[in-house]
């Protein structure tokens, strides 16, 4: 037996680093000629992201076509065709990273960012480094913005405030009142950041809560989570999770006989998965977006939210996800910031992206000095009938909000 | 009432840790006996795991199968899979140094998870039945019924394993070729077609485990490599040469898992199973009822 599990796990890890060496093989197109801008993505194809950096790469795609189609991006009357440049990460931060400097290695200095907070943190640090600048599309940790870097600029809402909405909606909407909130939480930076925001949320609007129990990313057996929280009888139960862990929240909790009053989750909810793999069981509820199709705003070349949706279902055969539209959003930042410079010098691209105050079709898009966009409300959403409504803000609410949310 | 919850608790999470541990078991059984009789750590077998879900959904979903029959085609499927697999690949290489099969099998399940990323795409999927999100009470502890048939079948087929494989000849053939390849070629043995037998039966195992995986819970190509990881640690923890191991090391990792989530936190849940791994082999070497054959196996 010690004979063999030595050679095994070196092995193991052999295999894992060249899983690891395939992202970084393969060189982009390299120097950017007179007529086209280019800009680098490294994207998650493959890997335990795959999904969202899929619907990620349907964003920036759909923004370059949108850009050439209208002619190319503007730069001080001359117009630049949009090339961006798609690498594969294989969802491993390190890869990310490595990305990032190889295409500075080729000069792009330009950068999309890869799906999810992990990645972005990673990539923030060798953008700084090399003096490039990226539009985040979906890096929405407070901690990446918390290192100081002046060269990352986030489209999307903080992670404080994906649970926190909710838990606003609910103050806003429900009768009766929910007494207590209990938290569930994956252990990376985002979900944990997110937990904390929803928990000081709830404390300040003085419901009782009920401390977070967390558990490890992607699991899918949540059960001790749920033991525990059951003997608090909470009236509602967060989870800031991701899909998998979302789904088993509501499965399991379902399973255990943990019935509150309404479930809200970050992230999960809105995308079509949640409600095709829980079925009924998924009626009720309640999650934050980024993004829906009765976001209000407008832009030259998405027009509106709807226009938005209806291309994304156009180009792609699938109802927009807001992993889709955050992309379009960071590219569009981008493309507009290149626009008001007049240049593609990295540092002046990065004073306008600084400088930007935009509405468009995912909303206002404007940057802290840290590089976040707080000035964009995030939407609460519903699964009523298998079908996600907007439920808050009410000026843009589809539908009425349904309380008690389960039971159903 | 804190006593009351102590006792309630230690139940629920016990019943559930056994019920996720003989899904857990039906997961690694297959890797284990591939394992145990050609000493080839298959790490495509994760990817066979979720191949087999995909095939209880398509079933589900295109055919209105129950994944409790379903499951019998996926088996049959990826048994031929399996076989095919070994007979003319795997076979070239076997009694090359043990990290070629490893390279091999780890190239087989980018393939498989790959392709799969393209044909079903990575969205996440999970097959719809009534039952499997209904649960019995005693009390105050719930047992859910898909959880609870997933480990009846996880069992059954341990018990059906172990029958065809020390009653059947062709069960004796696999383990007599995974005591000695020389002497059984000797007897008559046709190692080839035993070697791929074995492996048609391991895929299938996993198939099966895949199905009840993708009727209690959720499955995206992805997920192919915990499996692959999950199976690795029991089938080492339960110990190979014996049918039961990978049923021990399952219940085990379960328990220790749902009880290290009631007591210590969610986040420990993973830590701690490697840590019993570690004390087990500290101990016992060769697993909890292992005997590790293939060690004394001569090579020819």
Redesign the interface.
């Given at each position: 037996m010690r004979s063999t599990a030595a050679p095994v796990l070196a092995a193991l890890t052999a295999a894992a680093l060249i899983t690891a060496g395939c992202g970084s093989k393969g060189s982009s197109g390299g120097e950017t000629d007179s007529g086209t801008l280019t800009i680098g993505a490294a994207m998650s194809l493959t890997g335990s992201l795959a999904r969202e950096g899929q619907l990620t790469k349907e964003g920036y795609q759909l923004c370059q076509q949108k850009v050439n189609a209208a002619g190319g991006v503007d730069v001080d009357g001359k117009k630049l065709k949009l090339d961006i440049k798609f690498q594969d990460d294989t969802s491993q931060p390190d890869v990310a990273a490595q990305l990032v400097d190889q295409f500075n290695d080729d000069g792009v200095k330009l950068i999309l960012s890869s799906y999810g907070s992990a990645n972005t943190q990673s990539q923030a640090a060798v953008i700084e480094r090399n003096g490039q600048v990226m539009a985040d599309s979906a890096g929405a940790d407070d901690a990446i913005f918390q290192q100081g870097y002046q060269r990352t600029f986030a489209v999307l809402s903080p992670a404080t405030e994906y649970a926190a909405s909710i838990i606003k909606a609910i103050d806003e909407l429900a009768t009766p009142k929910p007494k207590s909130f209990a938290f569930m939480s994956a252990d990376d930076g985002f979900s944990k950041t997110g937990a904390k925001g929803g928990m000081d949320e709830a404390k300040k609007l003085g419901y009782q809560v009920i401390p977070a129990q967390y558990f490890a990313e992607g699991s899918t057996d949540v059960s001790s989570a749920i033991t525990h929280v059951k003997s608090d009888r909470p009236d509602v139960v967060i989870g800031t999770v991701h899909l998998e862990e979302g789904v088993a929240i509501v499965k399991q909790s379902h399973e255990l006989g943990l019935q509150p009053m309404a479930f809200g989750e970050t992230v999960a909810p809105p995308t079509p998965d949640f409600t095709k793999t829980l079925g009924r069981l998924a009626n009720g509820v309640l999650g934050s977006s980024q993004w829906t199709e009765t976001t209000a705003g407008e832009d030259k070349y998405f027009g509106n939210a709807k226009d938005y949706a209806a291309d994304i279902e156009k180009e792609f055969g699938h109802p927009a996800d807001y992993h889709d539209a955050e992309a379009s959003a960071a590219c569009l930042a981008m493309v507009m910031a290149v626009e008001d410079a007049g240049s593609t010098d990295p540092d002046a691209v990065r004073d306008s992206l600084a400088a930007l105050d935009t509405e468009s079709f995912f909303g206002t898009i404007k940057f802290n000095d840290k590089g976040q966009n707080v000035y964009k409300p995030m939407s609460v959403i519903q699964v009523q009938d298998g079908k996600v409504v907007t439920v808050w803000p009410t000026d843009a609410a589809e539908g009425s909000f349904m309380w008690p949310a389960t039971g159903s | 009432m804190a006593r009351h919850?102590l006792v309630t608790?230690f139940l629920?999470?016990t019943v559930?840790g056994l019920l996720?541990g003989g899904l857990l078991a039906l997961v690694a059984v297959g890797f284990s006996l591939v394992w145990g009789v050609m000493?080839v750590?298959n790490?495509a077998h994760g990817s066979f795991v979720i191949l087999g879900a995909y095939i209880g959904w398509e079933l589900n979903v295109h055919a209105g199968l129950d994944p409790l029959l379903g499951m019998f085609v996926a088996a049959a499927a990826l048994f031929v899979i399996g076989y095919a697999l070994q007979r003319w690949l795997i076979n070239l290489v076997v009694n090359a140094p043990?990290?070629i099969t490893?390279?091999l099998t780890?190239g087989l399940s980018?393939l498989f998870?790959?392709g799969m990323?393209i044909v079903f795409?990575?969205?996440?999927?999970?097959i719809?039945t009534d039952y499997a999100?209904t649960?019995l009470?005693f009390g105050e502890v719930?047992v859910?019924l898909?959880?609870l048939l997933a480990f009846g079948i996880a069992v059954l087929i341990t018990v059906a394993l172990v029958a065809v494989v020390n009653r059947t000849r062709t069960g004796l053939a696999i383990i007599a070729t995974g005591m000695d390849r020389g002497a059984a070629r000797l007897m008559g043995i046709r190692a080839r077609h035993v070697y791929a037998l074995t492996f048609g039966l391991s895929a299938a195992l996993a198939a099966i485990a895949g199905t009840m995986v993708g009727t209690i819970?959720?499955f995206?190509?992805?997920a192919a490599g915990?499996f692959t990881l999950l199976s690795?640690v029991i089938a080492?923890l339960g110990?190979?040469g014996n049918m039961y191991g990978a049923l021990l090391g399952g219940l085990l990792i379960g328990l220790v898992?749902?009880w290290?989530?009631?007591y210590l936190?969610?986040?420990w849940?993973?830590a701690m199973a490697f840590l019993v791994l570690v004390v087990v082999?500290a101990v016992r070497?060769?697993?909890l009822v292992?005997r590790?054959y293939y060690?004394a196996r001569v090579e020819v």
């Open positions: - | 919850w608790a629920q999470a559930y996720q000493n750590v790490l043990i990290f490893l390279l780890f980018l998870v790959q990323n795409s990575a969205n996440y999927r999970s719809q999100s649960s009470t719930r859910p898909g959880r819970g959720t995206n190509p992805a915990g690795f080492v110990g190979l898992e749902a290290a989530g009631l936190s969610g986040t849940m993973n082999l070497p060769s697993g292992g590790a060690a």
